[in-house]
C-alpha cells in the first residue's frame, strides 16, 4: 500500500485561508487522477476537486471558485489552496487517487478543517 500523509489543517475564521498538502510515500501521482475529499460529522465522504495528470482542475460546485487544486509530480505532493472559507466547510480533508485506491493508495489520517468564529 501507499500511504499518504494529509497536512496544513486548522482552525480559521470564515473568509479566511489556508493550504493543505498531502505527501505520498510512493510514486503514484504521476500515473494517477489525485483528489481532495472531505467528510464532515455525520455526513459521507465526498469528492471536492480534482486533478489530472495533465494538471486539468475539476471542482465541487460548493468550492468552485475559492478552491484551488494543483500537484507537483516530481515531489509526490497535492496541494489544496483554500480561500473565503466557510463554516460549511468544516470537515476533515483527505488526499487519493480519483477513483479512490488506485495504485494501492490508502486513505490517511487526514488533516482536520474547522472555519468558526
Known amino acids: 500500500q501507499v500511504q499518504l500523509v494529509e497536512s496544513g489543517g486548522g482552525l480559521v475564521q470564515p473568509g479566511g485561508s489556508l493550504r493543505l498538502s498531502c505527501a505520498a510515500s510512493?510514486?503514484?501521482?504521476?500515473?494517477?487522477?489525485m483528489g481532495w475529499y472531505r467528510q464532515a460529522p455525520g455526513k459521507q465522504r465526498d469528492l471536492v476537486a480534482r486533478?489530472?495528470?495533465?494538471?486539468?482542475?475539476y471542482y465541487a460546485d460548493s468550492v468552485k471558485g475559492r478552491f484551488t487544486i494543483s500537484r507537483d509530480n516530481a515531489k509526490n505532493t497535492v496541494y489544496l489552496q483554500m480561500n473565503s472559507l466557510k463554516p460549511e466547510d468544516t470537515a476533515v480533508y483527505y488526499c487519493n487517487t480519483v477513483p479512490a485506491g488506485r495504485s494501492g493508495a490508502a486513505w490517511g489520517q487526514g488533516t482536520q478543517v474547522t472555519v468558526s468564529s
Open positions: 486533478i489530472t495528470n495533465g494538471g486539468s482542475p
Open positions: 510512493g510514486n503514484i501521482f504521476s500515473s494517477n487522477y
